[in-house]
Nanobody
Framework: QVQLVESGGGLVQPGGSLRLSCAAS????????MAWYRQAPGKQRELVAR???????NYADSVKGRFTISRDNAKNTVYLQMNSLKPDDTAVYYC????????????WGQGTLVTVSS
């Protein structure tokens, strides 16, 4: 099982930026598609961004042009660069790994809280 640890969350003012990191261990990172989900208060968990093992990406419409997902396979880490943050971006952000090249289990990280507020 791949193990995921998120970091980089915190309090930021509207219009500010944060970079989230998700460090993976325990499995071959390059075999996994990686994604960031978020769950805001009173809402279901939703997909924010995804990057495949081949580094193709997709984003939720609400974050296109503001967020960028990337991965560094040498460091076993996926990132979410978040710019022009809005109060509606406030949520717990979760890293998610899903296998693409091998038969293995998907895995969630524990989450990191992002609060966008003045």
């Amino acid at each position: 099982q791949v193990q995921l640890v998120e970091s980089g969350g915190g309090l930021v003012q509207p219009g500010g930026s944060l970079r989230l990191s998700c460090a993976a261990s325990g499995s071959k990172f390059s075999n996994y598609a990686m994604a960031w989900y978020r769950q805001a208060p009173g809402k279901q968990r939703e997909l924010v961004a995804r990057i495949t093992s081949g580094s193709s990406t997709n984003y939720a419409d609400s974050v296109k042009g503001r967020f960028t997902i990337s991965r560094d396979n040498a460091k076993n880490t996926v990132y979410l660069q978040m710019n022009s943050l809005k109060p509606d971006d406030t949520a717990v952000y979760y890293c998610f790994a899903s296998p693409e090249r091998v038969l293995a289990a998907s895995r969630w990280g524990q989450g990191t809280l992002v609060t966008v507020s003045s």
